[in-house]
């Protein structure tokens, strides 16, 4: 019988809502984009986060938000680097706003702001979660929810950016469309792909699907073209001993140079000195057909999370430098108290809204 992990995911379609959580092991890069938004926690240890062009060092309980399909990659900096995260469809907010494929959030603590109630209430809610759906027996959904919802608000109301757009909804031909694009590029990446020839290809204007693929995606053509690259180069620098000049052009590249340029813009660092990195740690590597989560007898992360359920130490000493900014958190326990009773009337109000 398989040991119990520290894993559960639900849908609910009625609200729109697909999600998962888990504690897992952080290895070498795995380079990814999702529609999901994700928010994760290093519980143990010291990881590099890469997005946006930048590269993030994170500490024990520090925090950082992922949007929907921005790419990002994760590398253990230490031995034995845990992680907790969260993964959200962003349609749960469609019945609160009809821009909602437009919505980005802002969140990033270090040691100035990783104490900060807003993160405190953000890793108690996921802990409750969590714990609440431990095992398919003993579902609480009540519980689940109750960290749920409030991490929903929390996001909404405090680390939300003022954003603009398109809602990027489409019509089952657009998708349709999107599908054999994004088929394309993954048959065709280690060659010369352009919008223009596959625009002739499926009989379109290149400037029309060019838009199209940016609505339904989140990001355009030829970005996720060099994602899909990057992607496969960095398997190939962890699993196999392959030079770099052969590895750039087998991903596609154009040359050796556009290779180191594309991967330290992205990674912060060259693919000679990401390799080389892999000597000075051991840490998992990343596979396709795995997931390191930790299971549930795991003793440090059963503590851990247990920690996270207790506020009453909440440090508020440095809160006017805390990001963002605490506007309306200055909760105590009474309010705490209060929100907790009405807690199961919110639920279900929210749940009969109309979509």
Same mark, same amino acid.
């Given at each position: 019988?398989?040991?119990?992990?520290y894993?559960?995911?639900y849908r609910?379609?009625?609200?729109?809502?697909?999600?998962?959580?888990?504690?897992?092991?952080?290895?070498?890069?795995?380079?990814?984009?999702?529609?999901?938004?994700?928010?994760?926690?290093?519980?143990?240890?010291?990881?590099?986060?890469?997005?946006?062009?930048?590269?993030?060092?994170?500490?024990?309980?520090d925090?950082?938000?992922?949007?929907?399909?921005?790419?990002?990659?994760?590398?253990?900096r230490?031995?034995?680097?845990?992680?907790?995260?969260?993964?959200?469809?962003?349609?749960v907010?469609e019945?609160y706003?009809?821009?909602y494929r437009?919505?980005?959030?802002?969140?990033?603590?270090?040691?100035?702001?990783?104490?900060?109630?807003?993160?405190?209430?953000?890793?108690?809610?996921?802990?409750?979660?969590?714990?609440?759906?431990?095992?398919?027996?003993?579902?609480?959904?009540?519980?689940?929810?109750?960290?749920?919802?409030?991490?929903?608000?929390?996001?909404?109301?405090?680390?939300?950016?003022?954003?603009?757009?398109?809602?990027g909804?489409?019509?089952s031909?657009?998708?349709l @469309?999107? /599908?054999?694009m994004?088929?394309?590029?993954?048959k065709?990446?280690?060659?010369? =792909? +352009?919008l223009?020839? *596959?625009? !002739?290809?499926?009989?379109?204007?290149?400037?029309? @699907?060019? /838009?199209?693929f940016?609505?339904?995606?989140?990001?355009?053509?030829?970005d996720? =073209? +060099?994602?899909k690259? *990057?992607? !496969?180069?960095?398997?190939?620098?962890?699993?196999?001993?392959?030079?770099?000049?052969?590895?750039?052009?087998?991903s596609?590249?154009?040359?050796?140079?556009?290779?180191n340029?594309?991967?330290?813009?992205?990674?912060?660092?060259?693919?000679?000195?990401?390799?080389?990195?892999l000597?000075?740690?051991?840490?998992?590597?990343?596979?396709?057909?795995?997931h390191?989560?930790?299971?549930?007898?795991?003793?440090?992360?059963?503590?851990?999370?247990?920690?996270y359920?207790?506020?009453?130490?909440?440090?508020?000493?440095?809160?006017?430098?805390?990001?963002?900014p605490?506007?309306?958190?200055e909760?105590?326990?009474?309010?705490?108290?209060?929100?907790?009773?009405?807690?199961?009337?919110?639920?279900k109000?929210?749940?009969?809204r109309?979509?």
């Amino acid at each position: 019988m398989e040991t119990p992990k520290y894993f559960f995911q639900y849908r609910d379609d009625a609200q729109k809502l697909f999600l998962r959580e888990y504690v897992y092991a952080l290895g070498t890069f795995h380079y990814n984009w999702h529609d999901e938004i994700e928010l994760l926690v290093i519980l143990r240890g010291r990881a590099d986060i890469c997005t946006g062009g930048c590269v993030y060092q994170l500490e024990e309980d520090d925090m950082i938000l992922i949007n929907s399909n921005e790419g990002h990659a994760t590398l253990a900096r230490s031995a034995d680097c845990l992680a907790f995260l969260i993964r959200f469809s962003p349609t749960v907010f469609e019945a609160y706003d009809a821009n909602y494929r437009a919505l980005r959030f802002q969140l990033l603590t270090d040691s100035s702001s990783r104490a900060q109630l807003p993160y405190r209430l953000l890793r108690m809610y996921m802990t409750k979660m969590l714990l609440a759906m431990e095992t398919d027996e003993q579902k609480n959904l009540l519980q689940m929810q109750s960290g749920l919802y409030p991490l929903l608000e929390l996001l909404q109301s405090q680390f939300r950016q003022t954003a603009s757009g398109k809602s990027g909804i489409s019509s089952s031909r657009s998708r349709l @469309l999107v /599908q054999q694009m994004i088929q394309y590029i993954e048959k065709h990446y280690q060659e010369k =792909v +352009t919008l223009n020839s *596959l625009a !002739e290809q499926m009989g379109y204007n290149p400037s029309y @699907l060019s /838009q199209l693929f940016r609505d339904n995606v989140g990001v355009n053509f030829y970005d996720y =073209v +060099t994602r899909k690259r *990057l992607r !496969e180069s960095i398997f190939a620098l962890q699993q196999t001993d392959k030079k770099i000049l052969d590895i750039a052009a087998d991903s596609g590249f154009q040359d050796i140079k556009a290779f180191n340029t594309k991967f330290k813009e992205v990674f912060g660092r060259t693919p000679s000195e990401y390799r080389r990195s892999l000597t000075e740690i051991t840490v998992p590597r990343w596979s396709e057909s795995s997931h390191a989560y930790v299971e549930r007898e795991n003793s440090f992360v059963e503590q851990k999370l247990k920690s996270y359920l207790h506020l009453e130490s909440v440090d508020m000493s440095t809160s006017e430098n805390a990001f963002p900014p605490l506007r309306s958190l200055e909760l105590d326990r009474q309010l705490l108290d209060e929100i907790a009773l009405q807690l199961e009337k919110i639920t279900k109000q929210i749940q009969n809204r109309k979509i």
